[in-house]
């Protein structure tokens, strides 16, 4: 059905939008949100932003409303767009603003591969399923995976400005194996799913992005033992994982 599907994209665009506008709002003032600015354009930038931000979240409420009108949402339905929220919030503002206390990339992760599928899966059918979280929970691990990364290819910038990212809370020890466990997680969740009554047919091609998820890993191995990183290739591989996998699903349950 197209109307639902999109206002809940345009819901989950909306908010998204505002996590990040909302980020940069609550930035600690001794970092710089651009090149070169004074502390006049930074504090009319700041406002601008959190006008906008405003305004995407009060539009996106709407939408919810809308939504509910017209196709009467389900319980379900209505918890997720409230997560969405929550999640956008905690992330965001103080006194939570989690994404300096080293949750940041959990927390986007949650919101981008779990509770934005959910919206979009529950805005088509009116009901749960356990499939979904079946396959959603790796693609959690996937886009957290692929934060962690990031994660590395910024560190100096984390460490000059002391940002509270993943990888500063954990350190270079604890974070490279954590982002093996990560994919291994993922792919294994995958070949499982099968068991629990669902037909493998439904999770097969998420297996098309295995080979890159090696050779994100032999990468990162690599630039572990000492190789000289190349952060924008591990970084595109890294999306290219997590992206393809999800666009690989979302086509199988299209055509299903």
Not at 7 to 27: C, I, K, P, W
Not at 183 to 197: E, H, K, Q, R, T
Not at 202 to 227: D, H, K, S, Y
Request: with cysteine; aromatic share 14%; proline share 6%.
């Amino acid at each position: 059905m197209l109307a639902p599907f999109a206002l809940g994209l345009a819901f989950a665009l909306l908010m998204q939008a505002s996590m990040s506008f909302l980020r940069e709002v609550f930035r600690p003032h001794h970092e710089p949100i651009m090149d070169g600015e004074t502390p006049q354009k930074k504090e009319t930038l700041r406002k601008n932003l959190l006008s906008v931000s405003a305004g995407m979240m009060g539009a996106s409420t709407v939408i919810a409303f809308v939504a509910h009108l017209n196709f009467s949402l389900t319980s379900p339905t209505i918890l997720f767009l409230f997560s969405s929220l929550c999640l956008v919030l905690l992330y965001s503002i103080p006194p939570f603003h989690l994404v300096n206390r080293g949750f940041g990339e959990l927390i986007l992760a949650v919101h981008i591969a779990y509770v934005v599928p959910s919206i979009a899966f529950l805005f088509q059918t009116d009901e749960t399923s356990s499939l979904l979280a079946a396959l959603l929970l790796p693609l959690v691990a996937l886009a957290l995976a692929c934060f962690l990364i990031q994660n590395f290819s910024t560190f100096p910038d984390d460490q000059k400005y002391e940002r509270g990212t993943l990888l500063r809370y954990l350190g270079w020890e604890r974070a490279v194996p954590l982002h093996h466990n990560l994919i291994a997680f993922a792919y294994v969740s995958f070949a499982i799913v099968p068991l629990f009554g669902f037909a493998f047919g439904l999770v097969a091609p998420a297996f098309l992005t295995l080979p890159f998820a090696i050779f994100q890993v032999i990468q990162f191995r690599a630039i572990a033992n000492g190789f000289p990183p190349n952060w924008r290739l591990i970084t595109f591989t890294a999306l290219a994982v997590f992206g393809l996998t999800a666009y690989f699903l979302t086509l199988t349950f299209w055509l299903r």
